[in-house]
């Protein structure tokens, strides 16, 4: 089956840059995806865009590129609840990728054992309305329960403007709840105002609740540093990652978001993404933390206590 990329997409940044910055060892991207390839998995009839192929062995090659040991593998809306990519390239990682999947209410237990054994720990639940069509509440607390006697998570992607709405339904769920990109943050409102200071307190009153760091160059208005002279990348966003990290740094996680869905004027060199991380987890403790002790602890619990 051929199919047309959505107008105005991007394709992801070929021949990224070798970052400056050395990864610890072990360290993992903790959100990227695969997009089909489409001929091989097709893109979910109820799609809100057509990506761009990304393979699991594109995926694969990017993570020895940059330097990370081990992926985990986010479900994309443009798959729908089809999650064959993901777990496919999960199942082909060598134990080096775990998954995070999107499934409805009509999901089996056989199913979801299936995807456990595929690698799959997680599943998202989106709120974010360009890209999903509504889910009734009382389903998503029903799939809630089920995956959490697996031992799974839930992550959740929202804009920050719709937290004090979704509030109730998050610190309702029974799981450790972990939050897709400190929940979109406005980075040209101030670090004390009201937005940002309500995600910190969900975070604070809630220590089930985890954020993970990531996506700069879609929350930044300063862009990389081709438009910014020699000051480093996406620096609006430094001060809140930054806050984030300092504040929980046992409870943030950090991803590339390979292959950067829906991004349609900047698509960023991932080698210039690794960069960033020095300047929101400022000491060797909190990097490790961040790309190694957390992601471990989340995903690969069985190595991490060993
Ligand atoms: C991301 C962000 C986006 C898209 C998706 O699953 C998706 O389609 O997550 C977005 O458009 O902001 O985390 O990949």
Redesign the pocket.
């Known amino acids: 089956m051929s199919f047309e990329k959505t107008s105005g997409w991007l394709d992801w940044y070929a021949g990224p840059s070798r970052p400056k910055f050395t990864l610890p060892a072990g360290s993992v991207d903790a ?1 990227c ?1 695969v997009f089909g390839p489409g001929d091989e998995f097709p893109f979910a009839p109820e799609r809100k ?1 057509t990506p761009c192929d990304a393979s699991k062995a594109q995926l694969f090659a990017l993570r020895d590129h940059l330097g990370f040991a081990r992926n985990v593998i ?5 798959h729908g609840a089809d999650n064959r990519a993901m777990a496919d390239a999960c199942r082909s990682s060598n134990g080096r990728a775990r998954g995070v999947a999107t499934v409805r209410r009509s999901v089996t237990d056989r199913e979801l054992e299936a995807l456990h054994a595929d690698g799959v720990r997680g599943v998202r639940f ?1 709120f ?1 309305k ?2 999903v069509d509504f889910t009734p509440k009382d389903e998503l607390l029903e799939i809630a329960a089920r995956v959490g006697q697996l031992g799974w998570h839930v992550v959740v ?1 929202f804009e920050a403007v719709d937290l004090p709405e979704l509030w109730d339904f998050f610190t309702a769920l029974p799981t450790t709840v972990v939050v ?2 400190m929940g979109r943050p406005s980075v040209d409102q101030p670090l004390d105002g009201a937005e940002f200071q309500l995600f910190l307190k969900f975070m604070r009153e809630h220590g089930n609740v985890w954020s993970k760091v990531s ?1 700069p160059e ?1 929350l930044s208005l300063a862009g990389p540093p081709a438009l910014n002279g020699e000051q480093s990348a996406y620096r609006d966003v430094v001060p809140f990652a930054r806050a984030v990290v300092e504040a929980f740094p046992d409870r943030v996680l950090w991803g590339t ?1 390979w292959p ?3 991004l349609k004027n900047h698509m960023p060199d991932d080698g210039l993404l690794v960069d960033f991380i020095p300047h929101i987890a400022t000491t060797a403790d909190l990097q490790r933390k961040l790309l190694v002790d957390n992601p471990m602890r989340l995903y690969w619990p069985e190595e991490f206590w060993q």
């Open positions: 959100h995806h865009y986010v479900q994309a809306t443009c989106n974010v360009r890209l992607y897709d990109h996506c879609r978001d950067h869905p829906n």
